[in-house]
């Protein structure tokens, strides 16, 4: 996904996906809500340099491996993280 559109502008709906290995998002511009709720991240997350347009949505993700945003940029109007009790320890 990196480097791509995604939601243009219909939203990006990712709410219970697992992601298994490395996902990359780095680059991706979201135009309309990005929604991640209750998705599962079992590798190295990238969202470096992502532009969300949107609401972008995190609430009850879990991440299990290392999740960057360095450089990522919110243009709309709300951005809801992960509950910290949601992050995957290990």
């Known amino acids: 996904m990196a480097g791509s559109v995604c939601g243009t502008p219909l939203p990006a709906r990712f709410d219970g996906t697992t992601f298994n290995g ?3 998002f780095n680059g991706a511009t979201f135009g309309g809500a990005a929604r991640f709720g209750a ?3 079992r590798g190295l997350t990238l969202f470096d340099k992502a ?3 949107g609401e972008a ?3 009850g993700a879990t ?3 290392a ?3 360095m450089d990522a940029t919110q243009e709309g109007a709300a951005f809801t993280p992960p509950n910290a009790a949601s992050r995957g320890a290990r």
């Open 22 to 24: 490395v996902a990359r």
């Open 39 to 41: 998705a599962n991240f």
């Open 51 to 53: 532009v969300f347009t």
């Open 57 to 59: 949505q995190f609430g």
């Open 63 to 65: 991440f299990r491996g």
């Open 67 to 69: 999740a960057t945003f």
